[in-house]
């Protein structure tokens, strides 16, 4: 997602809601993946198996803790999704469990308060901090910027702070003038008071995604907040739960968390959410993302980091090329681990939070791309050689963001001059008797001229990655230059358009 000047910042078949594709968790052949999914492995809510790569240390999504927390709250809702593979990638930090409640300090909460336009799916959620956040932005550039958009660059310049964010699934609130900024304060207020709070004292941030030019239901949303805010809780269950409600056309939910040592004896956690499956394009995506954060952070080291983060996650992400009206990241850090607070954008601290952000924002990023409407693979495109990483970041996002690519590679046909050829139109200068291009472990061209290679092979690796619902790797390099950057995106296949054609009917 790109900022605004005023922002801060194979398998088997799985069928949910509208949605139905060939389907398996398996992240197959990512090596840059911390942890993944073996496509053996049952994917259901019950019981999900991670492995990860980097500790080799086995452990259970906490589905049956949202279960039993779930008994506990009382709260109505569907919550039967499965988890989106975990892939952060490899580096001097600790996946955890937890989401957006793995941070100290942290709460969240989802249920269902009859906001969706059928089924009985989550839709409402809650994540509070237990102290003022220091909050930061990042948001759509759209011009029909939807009202919560709006409300929270609002919000965002008038405070430094804020308690939380309440998020609704079904309605995207967006072109619907003036009464949809009223049910957009009118879903902030009713989260501070359902906290014992007012928004004097207490602002929050809020945000909608669903069908645009559809209001909130706001008395139903208002009605439903005392319930969920006396559910909230701080276990992985309660996390999982609000990332399963603010999930529209997704067939996954997202969520991870990690453990980073700023300095030696200081460790602070990182955690987040985001939904996203089409109306994908690198002004954000259709996406919503919270990251949570417990470590002490000034908001002139806070805000600038989320918007680096989201320029190499976020904006770098794209299933079909439409930028949505209400894309927003939101960061919360409570400085509920303690310690002085970091305030110098240059302090070894401060960078390692910053990395640390990153790659976090940039694992919910991919697995948005893995959860792309009717894909059945994950693309990462590596650019090198060129003159900055701006440069190679602008490579990577062309050749994932070509339907011709995108279409090739569902069928498994290793076309490289399409490769090439998106390459060629990113906008970037470079001398084309440069040009190397691989996929996977196959090297299609070199020094701009075709190489005799061997096309079955090549086409063999997507249809593995396909058949695991995994990952294919295109690496392009145009020259020597010290710039390299990635850019994610999946396949284009007949279900994209099914899903798409009939939407609202």
């Given amino acids: 997602m790109q900022t605004s000047a005023t922002s ?9 809601g509208d949605r139905t594709r060939p389907h398996s968790p398996g992240c197959f052949h990512a090596p840059r993946c911390s942890s993944f999914i073996p496509p053996q492995t ?10 990860h790569c980097t500790t080799s240390r086995r452990f259970l999504t906490m ?33 955890i469990e937890g989401g957006v409640t793995a941070p100290a300090g942290f709460k969240a909460q989802g249920m269902y308060a009859g906001l969706r336009a059928k089924g009985d799916k989550a839709d409402l959620a809650l994540v509070v901090s237990d102290t003022p956040a220091v909050a930061a932005g990042a948001f759509t550039l759209n011009v029909m910027a939807a009202a919560p958009v709006t409300l929270c660059r609002e919000v965002l310049a008038a405070h430094e702070t804020v308690r939380g964010v309440v998020i609704n699934a079904g309605q ?54 005392p319930a969920l805010a006396a559910g909230l809780g701080a276990g992985a269950g309660h996390a999982l739960r609000a990332a399963v409600a603010i999930t529209t056309t997704d067939l996954a939910s997202k969520s991870a968390a990690l453990e980073v040592e700023l300095a030696p004896g200081r460790t602070v956690r990182l955690g987040g959410m985001c939904k996203g499956s089409g109306m994908i394009h690198p002004n954000m995506a259709t996406m919503l993302g919270v990251v949570t954060c417990d470590a002490p952070v000034a908001a002139a ?15 770098q992400i794209t299933v079909d090329g439409d930028t949505s009206t209400n894309d927003t990241v939101l960061g919360l850090a409570n400085g509920a681990a303690g310690g002085a ?41 590596t650019a090198r050689g060129a003159r900055s990483d701006a440069d190679a970041r602008r ?37 084309q008797e440069e040009v190397r291009i691989s996929l996977g472990n196959t090297e299609l061209m070199r020094g701009g001229q075709p190489l005799d290679f061997d096309a079955a092979a090549a086409s063999a690796y997507m249809k593995a990655a396909a058949a695991a619902h995994g990952t294919v790797t295109i690496e392009v390099s145009i020259g020597d230059g010290p710039g390299v950057g990635q850019a994610w995106g999946c396949d284009l296949s007949y279900d994209y358009v099914k899903i798409n054609a009939e939407y609202t009917t």
Avoid at 350 to 372: F, M, N
Wanted: net charge negative; hydrophobic share 50%; proline share 5%.
């Fill in 8 to 16: 801060f910042s194979g398998g088997r078949l799985l069928a949910l």
């Fill in 42 to 51: 049952e994917h259901t809510f019950g019981r999900v198996l991670r492995l």
């Fill in 63 to 95: 589905a049956s803790a949202a279960s039993s927390e779930q008994a506990s709250a009382g709260l109505p809702g569907s919550f039967d999704i499965p988890a989106a593979p975990i892939l952060i990638p490899e580096g001097p930090w600790k996946v």
């Fill in 172 to 225: 995207a609130n967006a072109a619907t003038g003036a009464a949809g900024d009223r049910d957009a304060r009118a879903a902030t207020a009713a989260a501070a008071a359902a906290l014992g709070g007012d928004e004097a004292s207490d602002p929050f941030l809020v945000m909608s995604t669903g069908v645009i030019g559809r209001r909130v239901d706001a008395d139903a949303l208002s009605a439903a907040l």
């Fill in 301 to 315: 080291v806070w805000r600038p980091a989320l918007a680096a983060a989201c320029a190499a996650s976020f904006n």
């Fill in 341 to 381: 607070a970091i305030g110098d954008p240059n302090s070894p601290e401060a960078r390692a939070l910053g990395a640390a952000l990153t790659v976090l924002l940039q694992g919910l990023a991919k697995s948005i791309a893995w959860d792309g409407e009717g894909a059945t693979m994950l693309l990462e495109c």
């Fill in 395 to 431: 490579v990577a996002r062309s050749v994932v963001g070509s339907s011709l690519v995108k279409s090739a590679m569902f069928g498994h046909d290793p076309n490289w001059g399409r490769i090439a050829a998106a390459a060629g139109y990113s906008g970037v200068d470079y001398r």
